[in-house]
T-cell receptor
């Protein structure tokens, strides 16, 4: 079945710097890659997603890039702000006997003011 | 706005007790999910449902069961709680089956003593 690895597990940056979180997956047939943000005390919330027919998608300060050949995708946050501090999860839509989202293990991002 | 509510934010139970976790969504979503969140393991799917009275096992169904008698409500049941079921439980719903946004509730932190 699909296997998703996420790195790093923790990331600390200064306000205004960029942050990059990377995920790798194993099933080359996977074709949907969302990113979720979980703030303290809340459930995860979708912030951006990408489908396999595009290589990059951008929404203001966040972007996701996808390399299907290498089977990895990354979340890029530019000009980080304290409110970006949260846990970020990548996910992969796994096709098989049961279609479902497989989540990465999460990255705790701390933006230092 | 989609709202997914969970019956309790914090719950403390004793080993062997039967535990019910309730989830309600208000957007007429077809699909509902129960995840378990543990540090270093990300979100793991316990059970999901694509229709009333329908259920499918996820990746870690052992020790759990579910009930979906009404479209808006999805219950997770721990028949005989054990200490290794101490965790954060997250409910989610989505409008369409497949590669679409899942909306999460705030979670229930369950401690089994």
């Amino acid at each position: 079945g699909e296997n998703v690895e996420q790195h790093p597990s923790t990331l600390s940056v200064q306000e205004g710097d960029s942050a990059v979180i990377k995920c790798t997956y194993s099933d080359s047939a996977s074709n949907y890659f969302p990113w979720y943000k979980q703030e303290l005390g809340k459930g995860p919330q979708l912030i951006i997603d990408i489908r396999s027919n595009v290589g990059e998608k951008k929404d203001q300060r966040i972007a996701v890039t996808l390399n299907k050949t290498a089977k990895h995708f990354s979340l890029h946050i530019t000009e980080t702000q304290p409110e970006d501090s949260a846990v970020y999860f990548c996910a992969v839509w796994a096709r098989g006997a049961t279609n479902k989202l497989i989540f990465g293990t999460g990255t705790l991002l701390a933006v230092q003011p | 706005d989609v709202k997914v509510t969970q019956s309790s934010r914090y719950l403390v139970k004793r080993t062997g007790e039967k535990v019910f976790l309730e989830c309600v969504q208000d957007m007429d979503h077809e699909n509902m999910f129960w995840y378990r969140q543990d540090p270093g393991l990300g979100l793991r799917l316990i059970y999901f449902s694509y229709d009333v009275k329908m259920k499918e096992k996820g990746d870690i169904p052992e020790g759990y069961s579910v009930s979906r008698e009404k479209k808006e409500r999805f219950s997770l049941i721990l028949e005989s709680a054990s200490t290794n079921q101490t965790s954060m439980y997250l409910c989610a719903s989505s409008f369409l089956q497949g590669k679409h946004e899942q909306f999460f509730g705030p979670g229930t932190r369950l401690t089994v003593l």
